[in-house]
C-alpha cells in the first residue's frame, strides 16, 4: 500500500499541473503526456484467473500507484473486482497483477487507471473449469516479427478471427537489422543494455495492430534466440562475447521481456534465469505444454569454422557429435517436467507449443544428409527421446507448433524419420513469420523429394496460423499475408489441415 503523503511527492515529482488531490484516487491530477501509449495485454488464463499487464511510460523514476479494475461488461459497467498496484521504475513502470476468483470460461474486460490517465480496455477470458470437457478451442499461434520488414497488419485478421487465446512462439523482438524491402527502421543498434532492450520492446509494442491483438484476448508466450541475440545456446552466444558478459546481456533481455509481457509473477526473472516453461489447461480439451528450447540447450554442435557458438548446416556423417545422447535441447530438467506432465495428461489434445520444427529436414538433395544445427535436427537424441515417450505412453492427440523457420511446414513426426514406413507418432504444424523473411521456396522444393514426412513447405508468405478444435477434430487454417508492406493488406487461407482425434497425422483438406 503507498500512502497519502508518499502519493502527493510522486504526484509533485511528476510534475503535476492541476490542483493537488485530496485522495489516491482523485481524477483531477493529470500526467504531462498520456502514459499507457504501449496499451495493455492478458496472458495464462486459468479456470479462475488471469494475469493483466501495463505499462507506463514517460516518468520520473518514482513508484506509481495503479488501479486496475475487472469488469463483466465491455462498458466497464459492472466492475467485478478491483484493486491498487505499483508500476515500480526497478520494472520500467509495468503494472501486473494477476487476478484471481473469476468465473471459468467467460470473457472479462479490464483497464487500469493512474491520475487522471486511463489504460484502453482490453478483453480477456478465463480457460474453462479443470474437469469440464471444453466444447471448442479457437486459436491462433504467430512467431518472427522482424518490425524493419513490414507491418504487423496479420494481427487484424488475427482479431478478426475472435480467438479465444493467441500462441506466441518467438521472435517477439529483433535485435538485429537484415533484410529487404524494409518499411521502416529500429532507428538504433543491436541492444546490449537492459536501457537497449526496454527501447526496442516498446518500439514494437508501439505498433498499433500488435497493441489491438494483445488487447483481444489472453495470449501465451515463449521466445526464441532474436529476444536476445542471434543463434544463442544457454550461456554461449554466437559471437566471441564471453560467458560472464553474455549472462549479463542475456539478464538484461530477458528482464525486458518479463516488463514487457503479461506473464504470471512467479516467472519473474532472478538475474540471466528466468522460468518461462509451464503448462496451461483448456478444461479436459487441450493442454499446452510452452517450452523453452534456448535458456538450457547443449551448445551447438559443430559450428561454422573459426566460431565459437551458432548454428550451421553440417553432414551428419562428419559431425558425429550431433547424435551424442548427452546433447539436449530442453536440458534435463525440462524434458523430465515435459515427460511428466505429458504422462499425467488427461487432455484430449496435448499441444506441444515450442519455438522451431521438430521434423526432420535433411537439406542435401540426393545421396547423403545434412543439418542445420539450430532446430531439433540439432538434437536428434533430445528429439528421439520426446518421440519414443509420447509413443510408449500412447499420449492422446500429440501436435507440435512451431516457428522460427519463416514458413509454414505441415509434418509427420516419425518413430524412425529415415524409414518411411516407420509409424506416425505425432503431428507438427510450423506457422510462417509474422513479418520476418524466409528462404527462397525453390530451394526449399530441392529437399522435399528426401523429407517425404514433410507434407507441405511454404515459405512464399507472412502470416500465422489458426487453428479451432474439439473432441474430435483439429482444423489448422495456414493464413497468408497477401504483403506486408501494407498494414490493411488482405489475408487468404492457403492451405488447411485436419488432424483426426486417435490418428495421428495432419490431413489435407
Ligand atoms: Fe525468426
Same mark, same amino acid.
Given at each position: 500500500?503507498?500512502?497519502?503523503?508518499?502519493?502527493?511527492?510522486?504526484? &509533485?515529482?511528476?510534475?503535476?499541473?492541476?490542483?493537488?488531490?485530496?485522495?489516491?484516487?482523485?481524477?483531477?491530477?493529470?500526467?504531462?503526456?498520456?502514459?499507457?501509449?504501449?496499451?495493455?495485454?492478458?496472458?495464462?488464463?486459468?479456470?479462475?484467473?488471469?494475469?493483466?499487464?501495463?505499462?507506463? +511510460? /514517460? !516518468?520520473?523514476?518514482?513508484?506509481?500507484?495503479?488501479?486496475?479494475?475487472?469488469?463483466?461488461?465491455? &462498458?466497464?459497467?459492472?466492475?467485478?473486482?478491483?484493486?491498487?498496484?505499483?508500476?515500480?521504475?526497478?520494472?520500467?513502470?509495468?503494472?501486473?497483477?494477476?487476478?484471481?476468483?473469476?468465473?471459468?470460461?467467460?470473457?472479462? *474486460?479490464?483497464?487500469?487507471?493512474?491520475?487522471?490517465?486511463?489504460?484502453?480496455?482490453?478483453?480477456?477470458?478465463?480457460?474453462?473449469?479443470?474437469?469440464?470437457?471444453?466444447?471448442?478451442?479457437?486459436?491462433?499461434?504467430?512467431?518472427?516479427?522482424?518490425?524493419?520488414?513490414?507491418?504487423?497488419?496479420?494481427?487484424?485478421?488475427?482479431?478478426?478471427?475472435?480467438?479465444?487465446?493467441?500462441?506466441?512462439?518467438?521472435?517477439?523482438?529483433?535485435?538485429?537489422?537484415? /533484410?529487404?524491402? !524494409?518499411?521502416?527502421?529500429?532507428?538504433?543498434?543491436?541492444?546490449?543494455?537492459?536501457?537497449?532492450?526496454?527501447?526496442?520492446?516498446?518500439?514494437?509494442?508501439?505498433?498499433?495492430? !500488435?497493441?489491438?491483438?494483445?488487447?483481444?484476448?489472453?495470449?501465451?508466450?515463449?521466445?526464441?534466440?532474436?529476444?536476445?541475440?542471434?543463434?544463442?545456446?544457454?550461456?554461449?552466444?554466437?559471437?566471441?562475447?564471453?560467458?560472464?558478459?553474455?549472462?549479463?546481456?542475456?539478464?538484461?533481455?530477458?528482464?525486458?521481456?518479463?516488463?514487457?509481457?503479461?506473464?504470471?509473477?512467479?516467472?519473474?526473472?532472478?538475474?540471466?534465469?528466468?522460468?518461462?516453461?509451464?503448462?496451461?489447461? *483448456?478444461?479436459?480439451?487441450?493442454?499446452?505444454?510452452?517450452?523453452?528450447?534456448?535458456?538450457?540447450?547443449?551448445?551447438? &554442435?559443430?559450428?561454422?569454422?573459426?566460431?565459437?557458438?551458432?548454428?550451421?548446416?553440417?553432414?551428419?556423417?562428419?559431425?558425429?557429435?550431433?547424435?551424442?545422447?548427452?546433447?539436449?535441447?530442453?536440458?534435463?530438467?525440462?524434458?523430465?517436467?515435459?515427460?511428466?506432465?505429458?504422462?499425467?495428461?488427461?487432455?484430449?489434445?496435448?499441444?506441444?507449443?515450442?519455438?522451431?520444427? +521438430?521434423?526432420?529436414?535433411?537439406?542435401?538433395?540426393?545421396?547423403?544428409?545434412?543439418?542445420?544445427?539450430?532446430?531439433?535436427?540439432?538434437?536428434?537424441? &533430445?528429439?528421439?527421446?520426446?518421440?519414443?515417450?509420447?509413443?510408449?505412453?500412447?499420449?492422446?492427440?500429440?501436435?507440435?507448433?512451431?516457428?522460427?523457420?519463416?514458413?509454414?511446414?505441415?509434418?509427420?513426426?516419425?518413430?524412425?524419420?529415415?524409414?518411411?514406413?516407420?509409424?506416425?507418432?505425432?503431428?507438427?504444424?510450423?506457422?510462417?513469420?509474422?513479418?520476418?523473411?524466409?528462404?527462397?521456396?525453390?530451394?526449399?522444393?530441392?529437399?522435399?523429394?528426401?523429407?517425404?514426412?514433410?507434407?507441405?513447405?511454404?515459405?512464399?508468405?507472412?502470416?500465422?496460423?489458426?487453428?479451432?478444435?474439439?473432441?474430435?477434430?483439429?482444423?489448422?487454417?495456414?493464413?497468408? +499475408?497477401?504483403?506486408?508492406?501494407?498494414?490493411?493488406?488482405?489475408?487468404?487461407?492457403?492451405?488447411?489441415?485436419?488432424?483426426?482425434?486417435?490418428?495421428?497425422?495432419?490431413?489435407?483438406?
Amino acid at each position: 500500500m503507498i500512502g497519502r503523503r508518499r502519493f502527493l511527492e510522486v504526484l &509533485a515529482a511528476l510534475g503535476v499541473s492541476q490542483a493537488l488531490p485530496t485522495c489516491a484516487t482523485d481524477r483531477k491530477v493529470s500526467f504531462d503526456s498520456y502514459p499507457f501509449t504501449l496499451g495493455v495485454a492478458s496472458g495464462y488464463p486459468s479456470p479462475s484467473g488471469v494475469v493483466l499487464w501495463t505499462r507506463l +511510460m /514517460g !516518468l520520473e523514476p518514482l513508484e506509481i500507484p495503479v488501479r486496475w479494475e475487472v469488469a463483466a461488461d465491455e &462498458a466497464m459497467r459492472q466492475v467485478i473486482f478491483s484493486g491498487e498496484t505499483t508500476a515500480d521504475p526497478a520494472w520500467a513502470h509495468s503494472a501486473r497483477v494477476e487476478v484471481q476468483g473469476l468465473e471459468p470460461d467467460r470473457w472479462y *474486460w479490464y483497464r487500469f487507471t493512474a491520475g487522471d490517465a486511463r489504460s484502453p480496455i482490453g478483453r480477456t477470458r478465463t480457460a474453462p473449469a479443470a474437469a469440464a470437457p471444453a466444447q471448442r478451442l479457437r486459436f491462433a499461434f504467430a512467431s518472427c516479427q522482424q518490425y524493419e520488414q513490414g507491418f504487423f497488419g496479420a494481427y487484424r485478421h488475427i482479431v478478426a478471427d475472435q480467438p479465444d487465446l493467441v500462441a506466441f512462439l518467438g521472435d517477439y523482438i529483433y535485435e538485429s537489422s537484415w /533484410g529487404s524491402d !524494409l518499411v521502416r527502421s529500429h532507428d538504433a543498434p543491436e541492444p546490449y543494455s537492459l536501457a537497449d532492450y526496454r527501447a526496442r520492446h516498446a518500439l514494437y509494442r508501439s505498433d498499433p495492430d !500488435l497493441q489491438a491483438a494483445h488487447a483481444a484476448c489472453p495470449w501465451i508466450v515463449t521466445w526464441d534466440d532474436h529476444e536476445v541475440d542471434n543463434d544463442y545456446a544457454n550461456d554461449r552466444p554466437e559471437d566471441g562475447m564471453g560467458r560472464e558478459e553474455f549472462l549479463r546481456r542475456r539478464a538484461a533481455a530477458y528482464r525486458a521481456y518479463y516488463e514487457h509481457l503479461p506473464l504470471p509473477p512467479r516467472m519473474r526473472p532472478e538475474g540471466p534465469n528466468m522460468r518461462i516453461y509451464t503448462h496451461v489447461d *483448456w478444461g479436459t480439451l487441450a493442454r499446452f505444454f510452452v517450452l523453452d528450447d534456448r535458456q538450457y540447450r547443449s551448445w551447438h &554442435a559443430c559450428p561454422r569454422p573459426g566460431w565459437r557458438g551458432g548454428s550451421n548446416t553440417v553432414d551428419v556423417s562428419e559431425c558425429t557429435r550431433l547424435a551424442s545422447p548427452a546433447r539436449s535441447i530442453l536440458g534435463r530438467a525440462q524434458e523430465r517436467w515435459l515427460d511428466g506432465r505429458l504422462a499425467a495428461s488427461r487432455a484430449q489434445w496435448n499441444v506441444i507449443a515450442q519455438q522451431t520444427r +521438430m521434423a526432420q529436414m535433411d537439406e542435401l538433395p540426393g545421396p547423403g544428409r545434412r543439418a542445420w544445427t539450430d532446430s531439433w535436427d540439432g538434437y536428434p537424441a &533430445a528429439r528421439q527421446r520426446l518421440l519414443d515417450s509420447i509413443a510408449a505412453r500412447k499420449i492422446q492427440n500429440p501436435v507440435v507448433i512451431g516457428g522460427d523457420i519463416h514458413a509454414f511446414n505441415v509434418c509427420q513426426l516419425k518413430a524412425d524419420f529415415a524409414d518411411p514406413r516407420s509409424a506416425v507418432v505425432a503431428s507438427e504444424f510450423v506457422g510462417t513469420s509474422i513479418t520476418s523473411q524466409g528462404w527462397p521456396q525453390e530451394r526449399i522444393n530441392e529437399y522435399l523429394p528426401d523429407n517425404p514426412h514433410v507434407l507441405y513447405a511454404d515459405s512464399r508468405y507472412r502470416g500465422y496460423v489458426r487453428v479451432e478444435l474439439d473432441a474430435k477434430l483439429w482444423k489448422a487454417d495456414l493464413r497468408a +499475408m497477401q504483403t506486408v508492406q501494407r498494414r490493411d493488406a488482405p489475408c487468404f487461407t492457403l492451405a488447411s489441415f485436419v488432424v483426426e482425434d486417435g490418428k495421428a497425422g495432419p490431413l489435407k483438406v
